[in-house]
């Protein structure tokens, strides 16, 4: 069955805290999900993966010949990916397993065409929101623009 949602992450040289709050946020996704991680340090994250592989989500782990940058990783894994709904994830954030119910019910309405994307709403560390645009409106945790023409 074909997954409804990708999420591409794309690492490199990460502190280990940061690996193990992505492995641990990646490791609640629900079926339905399937994950790709695009590793630009030449195999570096590999070893980590294999401990935190969830049963219901599908892993794909990339492992670059060199370091292509960010967009060219999250290029890279958009083209791997085989659900029609994209999710790109930065390595360095983090939800509570709670959103990936939010995260499924957008991708739905993404799919379905009531929704043209969706983003993350943004806390910083010391909890305060920070308003990444002004045509964002919340929806449950996640911001979310209407399609544009549609009722």
């Not at 040289?13 to 790709?36: F, N, Y």
């Not at 379905?112 to 709403?121: A, R, Y």
Request: aromatic residues 10%; charged residues 20%; contains cysteine.
């Amino acid at each position: 069955m074909r997954p409804l949602l990708s999420i591409i992450t794309v690492v490199y040289r990460l502190p280990e805290e940061v690996q193990e709050r992505l492995l641990a946020t990646i490791s609640e996704a629900p079926k339905g999900v399937e994950i790709h991680f695009i590793d630009n340090a030449q195999g570096e994250f590999q070893s980590k993966l294999l401990k935190y592989k969830s049963a219901s989500a599908g892993y794909f782990y990339h492992s670059m010949p060199r370091n292509l940058g960010f967009g060219a990783g999250c290029n890279y894994g958009a083209q791997k990916a085989k659900a029609p709904v994209l999710f790109f994830l930065n390595p360095d954030c983090f939800f509570e397993p709670q959103v990936w119910n939010e995260i499924m019910q957008a991708a739905t309405l993404i799919f379905s065409q009531e929704l043209d994307c969706i983003q993350p709403l943004i806390i910083n560390s010391n909890s305060k929101k920070v308003d990444t645009s002004g045509e964002l409106i919340m929806l449950g945790g996640l911001s979310s623009k209407l399609s544009e023409g549609k009722d």
